[in-house]
């Protein structure tokens, strides 16, 4: 009987370490927010931080119903991150993929920039 108490007690050890991993635990804002994976941003599933339109690693701290992101915050230094690509983390209105690098104006860029587009980030694509 001990054996079956101790096997269902790791058992549920086990699923616990699970559903923290789901909701983020361990990963939290600087502000102390659990993050919360996974999370709908554009066209991408978010499992870790990202830098997708922000300068700062984040994550989401709430989704809405449709499980897109609702609220987030700035990731802790030991939350897992998504290796920083520009070309996926500029994904312009159109959801078209933008080019690194490009030309424009005689500046090479390789990240989307608001050179000439009044603040607006934007990219080279191909078409």
Known sequence: ????????????LLIAQV???AYGQGCQTTSGQNC??????????LTKCVKADYDKYWCAT????????DTYGDCNADCPMEVH???????TTGNYQCVFPFEYN?????KCTDADNEGK???AINK
């Open 36 to 45: 919360v994976f996974p999370s709908k941003f554009r066209e991408m599933t």
């Open 19 to 21: 559903a923290s991993l």
């Open 106 to 110: 005689g500046v090479t860029y390789n």
């Open 62 to 69: 709430s989704n809405n119903a449709d499980g897109s992101v």
């Open 1 to 12: 009987q001990l054996f079956l108490i101790m096997n269902t007690f790791a058992c549920l």
């Open 85 to 91: 690509d520009p070309a996926t983390e500029c994904i």
């Open 121 to 123: 980030k934007w990219c």
